[in-house]
């Protein structure tokens, strides 16, 4: 069924797709704050420090998933 | 539900008009409008790509050039152009996919159907958990588990950040991923359809309230018109991102580092 146009292009792979990689950036961010703030709500439910935790566990996550985002997508 | 005035639009709109009621009063629930909608999306599809390719010419015809043409933007410029030549065995699951979004969507916005599938969050889940078996599938196959998995959840970092890092890696590659494909799909047809209701019924409610509203409820009816114009571009645009977005996964998967 499926007509073979130009089966024999074989032109190296372009960088992926900019809308794709946004997304991955975007998720990586909010997937690391959501974590580790998550993580803090955890540790603040345990300890019982009025929501310290909470906001390291945030700042600690958004630092992380910027590290991510510069090692997985930066050139 | 509460009604305004002597009228009986329900007013204001809620979750509840997207929960409509079975076709054939008193027989199966789960046989609403919804469901039959689903069912033609997948009939006509089918029909559609079977009657098109049926003795294809080497000059097309005209059906035939339209099927190609959508096979063919899926299969160049988001199959080839993501994930590379090898991307093109998935070309197949990715213009079936492009176009069985882009139907169900358009019901939103087709007059006298105007109820999209995708505004429950089953169907997009659905298809979400489609691509997240399968970009995942396709990973492992490549990669074998363990190397897949090493791929995916260890990036390249100093030994001492890792454990900062690979929750994150986990979350944003297994959880988020199909959640955030099925929220947005889901959302953007939800909002699409909530955002029609306000204008559409709101006219009405401002026509029966009060003599000097009666004038402002065609503004309101012109606002529905000129928000399903751009609902015709949030339908497009979804069933595009939704489609990139799986391809993308696949990359990512098939990817020997990212």
Redesign the interface.
């Known amino acids: 069924m499926v007509r073979r146009v130009m089966a024999g292009d074989q032109s190296p792979q372009p960088p992926a797709g900019g809308a794709g990689q946004g997304w991955v950036a975007i998720s990586y961010l909010i997937a690391g704050i959501a974590v580790w703030g998550f993580i803090g709500w955890l540790v603040d439910q345990r300890f019982d420090l009025g929501g310290v935790p909470i906001g390291i566990g945030a700042v600690v996550g958004a630092a992380g998933g910027i590290y991510l985002i510069v090692r997985r997508l930066g050139v | 539900m509460s009604t305004s005035l002597a009228s009986e639009i329900p007013w204001p709109p809620s979750v509840d008009d997207f929960f409509l009621p079975p076709i054939v009063e008193g027989t199966n629930p789960w046989f609403t409008k919804v469901t039959l909608l689903v069912w033609i999306a997948v009939a006509a599809l089918i029909i559609f790509f079977l009657v098109t390719?049926r003795e294809?010419k080497i000059v097309p015809t005209k059906r035939q050039w339209i099927a190609?043409s959508i096979?063919?933007f899926v299969r160049n410029n988001?199959a080839k152009?993501?994930i590379?030549?090898d991307g093109i065995r998935f070309?197949?699951y990715l213009t079936t996919l492009f176009c069985f979004v882009l139907l169900t969507n358009l019901f939103g916005i087709v007059p006298g159907i105007q109820m999209s599938p995708n505004s429950h969050i089953a169907f997009p889940a659905i298809l979400a958990i489609i691509s997240w078996v399968l970009f995942n599938v396709v990973g492992i196959r490549q990669h074998g588990f363990a190397k897949y998995m090493k791929n995916s959840l260890i990036?390249?970092?100093p030994w001492f950040?890792l454990p900062?890092?690979i929750?994150?890696?986990f979350?944003?590659t297994f959880?988020?991923?199909p959640f955030?494909l099925a929220v947005r799909l889901f959302a953007n047809m939800f909002a699409g359809h909530m955002i029609l209701l306000v204008f559409t019924l709101g006219g009405f409610v401002m026509l029966n309230s009060n003599a000097w509203l009666a004038p402002v409820s065609v503004v309101s009816w012109l606002m529905a018109i000129a928000l399903t114009f751009l609902e015709a571009m949030v339908i497009v645009l979804q069933a595009y991102?939704f489609t990139?977005?799986t391809?993308?996964?696949i990359?990512?998967a098939l990817a020997e580092e990212?």
Request: net charge negative; hydrophobic share 40%; proline share 14%.
């Open positions: 390719y294809p190609e096979y063919g988001v152009d993501l590379g030549h070309a197949p990036p390249p970092a950040i900062l890092l929750p994150i890696e979350v944003s959880v988020f991923r955030t991102v990139v977005l391809a993308s996964y990359q990512g990212h």
